[in-house]
């Protein structure tokens, strides 16, 4: 699974006023940490925002990473205690602290007290922001993961209706297809993907478990191939 960029609709005029125990628990796939998506919560478009929970110490809190996309973050810790390891370096950072992680800066953390949150913030110097849908796509495996494959379903749907077309966009929906044992309809958004741009697919394809419903028919074997 990898993230696919959207065009996400805008939400109707107002404003809104929540908290952030009202934002959804979404579970991040394949490294356990919990995100809250406040940005698509909001249909919030100016620039890349999030907020990431840990409900006891010791509990990851940002999943590992160096955002080579170019994106630099500012992580404010709202609540608790993080434990950020930054390059080399780990520290904590109690509530009220900011921590700004340039691009290609590898980062993560774990929560270093209970109840520990940190809003994310984050964009690219010098370019407009492009929404990313990988929250909805973190969002449609959790729903299938918790047994509601018809609105996990619908969730990716709606991921394909706002997305460019993409390799990403199409292998995300095969990942999710091979997963809730739609196998034909999977096959057919993996190939598009690889007719997009067959390199990258190659790149996850061999190692990537969400296609291992798909490793034995020979549609796989002759895609792979």
């Known amino acids: 699974m990898t993230g696919v960029s959207s065009t996400e609709p805008a939400k109707p005029g107002g404003y809104e006023v929540l908290s952030l125990d009202d934002l959804d628990r979404v579970p991040y796939r394949g490294s356990g940490e919990v995100l809250r998506p406040l940005r698509r919560q ?5 620039f890349g925002v999030n907020v990431w929970s840990a409900d006891a110490a010791g509990d990851k809190l940002i999943p590992p990473h160096e955002e080579d996309s170019g994106h630099e973050q ?7 205690t993080a434990r950020f390891t930054l390059g080399e370096e780990t520290f904590d950072a109690p509530a009220g602290t900011l921590v700004h992680a340039p691009a290609g800066t590898f980062r993560a953390a774990t ?4 109840a520990t949150m940190v809003l994310a913030a984050g964009g690219k110097a010098g370019e407009a922001f492009v929404a990313s849908d990988w929250e909805a796509v973190h969002i449609a495996f959790a729903q299938l993961d918790a047994g509601d494959a018809a609105a996990g379903r619908a969730t990716m749907e709606e991921t394909l209706a706002h997305t460019e077309e993409s390799w990403g966009r199409h292998y995300n929906v095969a990942c999710y297809l091979a997963l809730a044992g739609e196998h034909d309809a999977a096959f057919e958004q993996l190939r598009t993907a690889i007719e997009l741009d067959r390199d990258k697919v190659m790149t996850w394809l061999p190692e990537d478990s969400d296609l291992d419903p798909l490793r034995d028919d020979p549609r796989f074997q ?4």
């Open 74 to 80: 500012l992580y404010v810790v709202v609540r608790g």
């Open 222 to 225: 002759e895609l792979a191939g």
């Open 111 to 114: 929560a270093a007290e209970p």
């Open 42 to 46: 909001l249909g919030f478009r100016p």
